[in-house]
């Protein structure tokens, strides 16, 4: 069997395509592209998968185990391949050169996506008009407005939406309390602290200059002038 191996000897050939494989077990999995075969039913869900490793990959997403963590930052993810992805945006290695420019990029499916701009690919063609696109997410959006189907359903109102960009914005202006960043959240309450203080600035000054008014004056108007301090909102 290693012998194989070294001499590159493929004598599992797939009978649909022309790939062929080293052991039986590789062109068994491989099958699976062509029949359609799932066996590995996940326990939490209705989904089925081809191969075992990805069942186990799915079935973190129920139970938030993320193994994988990130050596530059807090991040940790469900698998090898999206870490490994991932760290390319620390060490700004982008192995992906594109042939036709000097692009090149971090995943292998971005710069197949690029490339069509330079060869006017388009292979996911409308089945409703005459558009076609370069990417299946463009193209599924365009379906939506044929079909009419809105899959991304507010869980604050009974809104939906054919994309999810549109729903995101949605959240983000009508039900802004729930769509809050931390980030964002530590910044409104240093907003709030700021209009605070400085409330109690014009209070000290009014006080103080009520106080320092002469008796014969008391009874006719008080003018008080207010300097407004600048006040820094990131210090």
Known sequence: MHTRIQTGNKRFQCGQCDK???YLSKLEKHNRIHTGEKPYQCSYCNKSFSQ??????????????????CSHCDKSF???DTLKKHTRIHTGEKPYQCSHCDKSFTQRGNLKLHTRIHTGEKPYQCSHCD?????????KNHT???TGEKPYQCSHC??????KCNHTRHISIFHRQYSYTTKEKQM???????YSLSESKVA??????????????SLGELKIEVKEEPIDMYE
Do not use: M, W
């Open 144 to 146: 939506r407005i044929h």
């Open 78 to 80: 469900t698998d090898n």
């Open 158 to 163: 009974v809104k939906t939406f054919s994309k």
């Open 188 to 194: 409104d309450s240093k907003i709030s602290d700021i």
């Open 204 to 217: 000290v000054k009014v006080e103080q200059a009520a106080s320092e008014t002469s008796e014969t004056d």
């Open 52 to 69: 075992k490793c990805n069942l186990i990959v799915h079935t973190r997403i129920h139970t938030g185990e993320k193994p994988y963590q």
């Open 131 to 139: 558009k076609s696109f370069t990417a299946s997410n463009a193209f």
């Open 20 to 22: 062929s494989f080293t």
